[in-house]
């Protein structure tokens, strides 16, 4: 292997737009083994919800999607912005205000890939956004760019945790770093700030109590619990986090910037809106898995 491979790719990753890059050694150490028994806890106690697709067994063993897999690069795409949306409006999570970042991430991995291949021309690599089933916060806390909190947010020292994740898998092996150290410390603001107690134990999120995931993924006409103003994910345990309120820092980047509809559109308008307007409105966005008669639907349930 070349040497200084990974610091190279890391710098790329940097100049392709991520804020944060890091690099993880397959098939990662205890910790993750502990993240994996953690996730198989999860699922035994219901709390994915509806989620059916979290049980891909491929989510617990990352050579499954790159057989020969030997490295990960993490990567943090950083979409806080500085705006904020009119008071009294509903509310829309902010990883939904730019363009969708399962596409700004993917296309911005495959470049780096491409890179790869330049260097190492009989390499092999697959770009994992999400919807790829990795366990993505604990892949990226295996590559040092921040701990799991107790919101079940991965948090940055720099960044705090307005960063969205990607990962590039490899069959080189690049140098590792170190993994995150977690950095909760005594806090625990995240906790009670939940107002459906979706965080009834500290680093697990429960999402049949979760407003982002009655918000965005359940597909029933009516929903079991109040939204708090929320029509579109929920911000409100990364909103209180102090990492936040001290590291967050506006991007300037041009696909995290919001849509004008966002920041100002009351419920009243968006009552109005007719299924073209909302197919218009979140062209290229991450909130179209929200159908429009799911907008309507949530819209109606703020009351
Ligand atoms: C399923 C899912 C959801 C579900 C479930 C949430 C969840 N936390 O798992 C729902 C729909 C609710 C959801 C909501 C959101 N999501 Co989401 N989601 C995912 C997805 C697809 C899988 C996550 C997963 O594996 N969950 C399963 C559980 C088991 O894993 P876990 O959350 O990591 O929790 C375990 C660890 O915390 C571990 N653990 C860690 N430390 C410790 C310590 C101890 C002592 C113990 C016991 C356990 C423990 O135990 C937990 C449970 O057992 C990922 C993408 C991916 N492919 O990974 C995005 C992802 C996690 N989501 C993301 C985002 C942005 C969100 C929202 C902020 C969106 C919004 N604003 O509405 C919210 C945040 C809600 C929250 N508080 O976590 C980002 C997070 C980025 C980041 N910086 O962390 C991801 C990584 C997508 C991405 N590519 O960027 N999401
Ligand atoms: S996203 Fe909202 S509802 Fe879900 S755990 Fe965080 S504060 Fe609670
Ligand atoms: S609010 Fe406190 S406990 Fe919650 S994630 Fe942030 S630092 Fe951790």
């Given at each position: ?143 040092g760019l921040g701990w799991i909190g107790k919101n079940g947010n991965l948090i940055s020292t720099s960044h705090g945790s307005w960063l969205l994740l990607g990962h590039l898998l490899t069959d080189l092996e690049l140098e590792p770093d170190e993994p995150a150290k977690p950095f909760c410390g005594s806090c625990s603001r995240c906790l009670p700030a939940c107002p459906t107690n979706a965080l ?104």
């Open positions: 292997m070349p040497a200084g491979l990974a610091t190279r790719l890391k710098a790329q990753a940097l100049s392709e737009g991520f804020a944060i890059a890091g690099v993880a050694r397959l098939p990662g150490g205890e910790r993750l083994r502990m993240r994996t028994a953690a996730l198989q806890r999860w699922l035994e106690q219901d709390h994915q919800a509806g989620m059916a697709w979290m049980h891909d067994p491929r989510r617990q063993d990352a050579t499954a999607l790159l057989p020969g897999a030997r490295s990960v690069l993490a990567v943090g795409l950083n979409y806080y912005v500085s705006d904020q949306q009119k008071p009294g409006i509903p509310r829309i999570a902010r990883y939904g205000w730019g363009r969708d970042y399962h596409r700004v991430i993917d296309q911005r991995l495959r470049r780096l890939g491409r890179w790869l291949d330049q260097q190492q021309p009989d390499c092999r690599w697959r770009a994992c956004v999400d919807s790829a089933p990795l366990m993505d916060k604990s892949w990226a806390e295996e590559a009834n134990e500290p680093f697990v999120v429960d999402s049949r109590r979760c407003i982002a995931f009655h918000t965005i993924e359940n597909r029933d006409p009516s929903l079991p619990l109040p939204l708090h103003d929320w029509i579109a994910g929920c911000d409100i345990c990364q909103e209180v986090c102090p990492w936040n309120e001290q590291h967050a820092r506006p991007s300037s980047d041009p696909e995290v910037q919001p849509r004008p509809w966002i920041l100002s559109s009351t419920k009243s308008e968006m009552m109005t809106w007719s299924d073209a307007d909302w197919s218009e409105k979140l062209r290229a966005s991450a909130l179209r898995r929200i159908k429009p008669w799911m907008w309507r639907r949530n819209l109606r349930h703020l009351g």
